[in-house]
């Protein structure tokens, strides 16, 4: 170690002025920059690109903490990280917002046109566009910002235009008039991903309708009586014995007075309403479906905005759907034609955009081949080859259980609708001549412009991201070199929208998987098991909590938090596990480097005076690394933080600096020396397991433990190898020796009410404590004097303990006052008897058993247990007294 700098170590971690400083310094100093090095390999990872408007959430804290771990880690052993950020221009939610913001100026986008609208969506994401990745910086994120991305930068959009023409030429790509999933709030289509369905409490209405030529009535159920306007048929099962005679007669429409057939089809649910089932074709996918197999009329009844248009009467035009719902209620009351209402519970899809129930709408939209035959073979779609990939285990899902999920929907897959009503995005590369209709699509217009019409359409957001993986590097030299990228961090809400869409993309255009491993987070819960989010107001600031308790207290408890597959419940108070980690850590260093201005630090002295407590730590740290590896190479970061706290807290600070503390004292300068230098050293090389989790504190004593050159990071040092020679298993025993001993001792001072300033004296029976280990057991259990031996015959009045093959006694006398310890424990013991037997009494009562809620009775018997074993524990003590 070079000569350390004579600088005050501040007694209490300061986050607030440490983290600005050295997240400038690794900025300044490129280290978490990548080039192509064809001499490492490269470990890349590519960020999920959040909304470009977006702000920090705690579900991205935990996703990017993730990310962070695992590219700090691979940086450190020697790889080529590569952590990709960037932006998604979010169609949808930025239009949402300009349109609102524009709104609100008394400005409507459509009277000032695309191209100007356009440039409000350019200045709006400049404004406010970029905000989460500064946020994100605070966090202490390791990416390469000079790789940045945006899915809306200039070679970004030609390389999804590229696609598109990629995909439409090659017949994957196609237009068609179908039923899609309708926001009318964002006037377009959305896919059935973007559909969340909400169980609502509605309505189930009767409606009669008149059979023609006869003077009864057809009964119908439905949950939507204002569909009934577009109503082209009356569907009943061939099966159901109640309707054989009205099977091929009409029914009379009402209030559109039109005459509408009454036909059989084996879709019709018996048992549903009434067995008869109102059919509109153009409003309800299933009807659809039944009106193609009857040749029924299709009659749209709604504009893009849900309000009904001119195909229904006069009277019931330009009305909001659930106006007309309203009316058509009305009015069949009127005419005497409803025969019961029933409260009714179903689900209902809504736009997850949008936040309004969508409409089954029939429209003009492009749609990318996904499908798959019944034999899973692949025809002409594109999920074959992104199914098997992942079957032949080239794609890892962690946790495994995802596949299950994956392969369910990708085998039951229907084609992508990919075109979206909307303006800001990637537009449709479809231009169709003004005169002929011809169809021209390339990537560049066609030379004559001003004879064709482009597509108005822009691509569903999905459609430019499913390309992240690839497209987020600028050159084919780069691709080669960086694709397939090593890891995805993602959440498994959108393993539908971006993952298989992306295996899909790497498959097809660069006919390779994008990654090798998904990791899928965890879903943020407050306590009371609620999905955290703004809109609930149960979800905090997350810069504000990085304030409270510093960014690696906030990292370090959402991991620790957060098991692999489970979901976390947060909440802010719990950063105390962190921030006392923290100064745990920074409490360990200033101990060290106080006494380092006192003590030499010489590396020549390494080797040299290494006693029992070296080899034990030595051997453990290795133990633990070796935990640590498996636990990384398995996902299990939150097994990892396990492991590295109980090291740091338990066996570092607690009991190793606790045994060198004396040696510090030696009169030996030689012996303080050498022991000091092993020990910076050691905790130089636990910070560097420790940084990937809490960059920031570790950069600051890693960097006060000596001299170091400009420009050199704790981020880029190298990762501890581990030697397994150096797990030493005899030393391991004997420190687990050590340590019960001193803890059956700690127990006998708690449980006979000893205080921790009096010293004591111990008798210790065994053949296996060895001279060495006397003086760290009697320092690390406040004991004067220790008589070790195998014939030792235990004391009278004294306490007593077993570990492993060894009997602890401490004698009493002089210690505590005898009688009044009898006395104190004596009537413990008969208040426990009496609520023992109270408990016995209720557990034995059948009437408490069986009404009593099953988690109380619970209770009650482990309370039994715990009462049992404290009462055996005070009656042995008792005797030890006696």
Excluded at 241 to 266: H, M, N, Q, S, T
Excluded at 456 to 475: C, G, K
Excluded at 636 to 663: G, H, P, Q
Aim: charged residues 30%; hydrophobic residues 35%.
């Amino acid at each position: 170690m070079a000569e350390k700098k004579q600088k005050e170590i501040p007694k209490a971690y300061d986050p607030s002025v440490v983290e600005d400083k050295w997240y400038k310094y690794w900025q300044d100093n490129k280290i978490f920059h990548s080039e192509i090095d064809e001499s490492k390999e490269p470990y890349v990872i590519p960020i999920p690109p959040p909304n470009v408007t977006g702000m920090l959430t705690m579900g991205h804290i935990l996703n990017n903490t993730l990310q962070d771990i695992f590219i700090r880690t691979k940086r450190m052993q020697g790889y080529n990280a590569c952590w990709v950020p960037g932006t998604d221009h979010a169609s949808i939610a930025t239009e949402t917002k300009v349109t609102n913001y524009l709104s609100e100026q008394g400005i409507n986008k459509y009277e000032i046109g695309r191209e100007e609208f356009i440039k409000h969506c350019w200045e709006w994401t400049k404004e406010y566009g970029g905000i989460i990745n500064q946020q994100l910086k605070k966090l202490g994120v390791s990416c390469d910002w000079d790789r940045e991305r945006f899915t809306m930068d200039d070679d970004y959009y030609r390389e999804v235009i590229k696609a598109f023409v990629e995909l439409y030429k090659d017949e994957k790509i196609y237009r068609g008039y179908r039923m899609v999933n309708w926001c009318p709030a964002s006037k377009s289509a959305i896919s059935d991903e973007e559909v969340i369905y909400k169980n609502v409490n509605g309505k189930l209405w009767y409606l009669k309708y008149p059979v023609v030529g006869t003077d009864k009535y057809l009964v119908v159920a439905t949950t939507r009586p204002e569909t009934m306007l577009g109503d082209t048929g009356v569907a009943v099962n061939p099966n159901d014995e109640r309707y054989k005679d009205v099977i091929g007669k009409k029914v009379l429409l009402p209030i559109a007075e039109r005459e509408i057939p009454i036909f059989a089809d084996e879709y019709v649910d018996m048992e549903f309403g009434t067995g008869a089932v109102k059919v509109t074709p153009a409003h309800d996918i299933n009807d659809n479906e039944m009106g193609q197999r009857h040749n029924l009329k299709v009659i749209n009844i709604f504009n893009d905005d849900a309000s009904t248009n001119d195909n229904v009467p006069k009277d019931f035009r330009g009305l909001d759907r659930f106006d007309a719902r309203k009316k058509v209620i009305a009015r069949f009351e009127e005419l005497d034609l409803i025969e019961k209402i029933e409260d009714h519970q179903h689900k209902v899809g809504y736009s997850e955009r949008g936040g309004v129930p969508i409409e089954p709408y029939l429209s003009d939209q492009w749609f990318m081949k996904m499908s798959i035959d019944s034999a899973g073979l692949s025809g002409d779609g594109l999920a074959k080859a992104a199914i098997d990939v992942v079957k032949e285990g080239k794609i890892n899902f962690y946790p495994d259980h995802w596949k299950k999920t994956y392969f369910h929907w990708m085998e039951n897959i229907r084609d992508w609708c990919i075109s979206r009503q909307l303006w800001w995005g990637h537009r449709i590369p479809v231009w169709y001549h003004k005169e002929t209709g011809e169809i021209y699509c390339d990537i560049e217009p066609p030379k004559d412009i001003a004879n064709w019409k482009q597509d108005e359409d822009v691509l569903d957001t999905w459609a430019s991201s499913w390309l992240w993986a690839h497209a987020i590097f600028r050159t084919e030299e780069e691709r080669k070199y960086y694709y397939p990228t090593s890891t995805l961090v993602t959440g498994p809400d959108i393993i539908f929208f971006w993952v298989a869409r992306m295996i899909m993309a790497g498959m097809y255009f660069r006919k390779d998987i994008p990654f090798r491993d998904v990791y899928f987070t965890s879903i943020i819960r407050d306590m009371k098991g609620k999905k955290m989010s703004k809109s609930l107001g149960n979800s905090p600031d997350p810069l504000d909590v990085i304030k409270e308790y510093s960014a690696d207290a906030l990292r370090f408890t959402v991991i620790y938090l957060a098991p692999l597959g489970q979901d976390v419940l947060f909440s802010v108070d719990k950063c105390e596990i962190g921030r006392n980690f923290a100064n745990k850590i920074w409490n360990a260093g200033r101990f060290l480097l106080m006494n380092a201005q006192n003590i030499p630090v010489n590396n020549k002295l390494l080797e040299k005076h290494i006693d029992f407590a070296d080899e034990w730590i030595t051997s453990h740290f290795h133990l633990t690394l070796a935990l640590l590896n498996t636990a990384m190479d398995n996902f299990e970061v939150n097994n990892a933080t396990k492991i590295l706290y109980s090291f740091v807290w338990n066996d570092f600070c607690d009991w190793y600096l606790e045994m060198i503390k004396t040696r510090f004292y030696s009169d030996n300068d030689e012996v303080k020396s050498a022991t000091l230098t092993r020990a910076l050293k050691l905790f130089a090389e636990m910070l560097k397991l420790v940084h990937p989790f809490m960059p920031f504190i570790t950069e600051e004593l890693w960097q006060l433990i000596e001299e170091r050159k400009d420009g050199e990071s704790i981020s880029t040092s190298e990762y501890p190898k581990l030697n397994s020679d150096l797990i030493k298993p005899s030393a391991e025993s004997e420190m687990e020796m050590v340590q019960g001993i001193v803890y059956s001792i700690r127990n006998i001072r708690g449980e006979m009410n000893i205080p921790p300033s009096k010293i004591i004296d111990a008798h210790i029976k065994s053949s296996e404590v060895k001279k060495h280990q006397i003086d760290y057991i009697k320092k690390l259990a406040k004991v004067e004097n220790i008589i070790v031996g195998e014939d030792i015959e235990k004391p009278g009045a004294s306490a007593s303990a077993v570990f492993s093959k060894s009997e602890i006694y401490i004698p009493l006398k002089g210690l505590i006052d005898l009688d009044v310890e009898r006395q104190r424990i004596e009537k413990e013991i008969n208040r426990l008897e009496n609520s023992i037997k109270g408990i016995e009494n209720k557990l034995s009562n059948e009437k408490f058993i069986n009404n009593a809620p099953a988690d109380v009775v619970e209770k009650e018997k482990a309370k039994q247990m715990d009462w049992t074993e404290k009462l055996s524990k005070l009656r042995e003590i008792l005797s030890n007294l006696n």
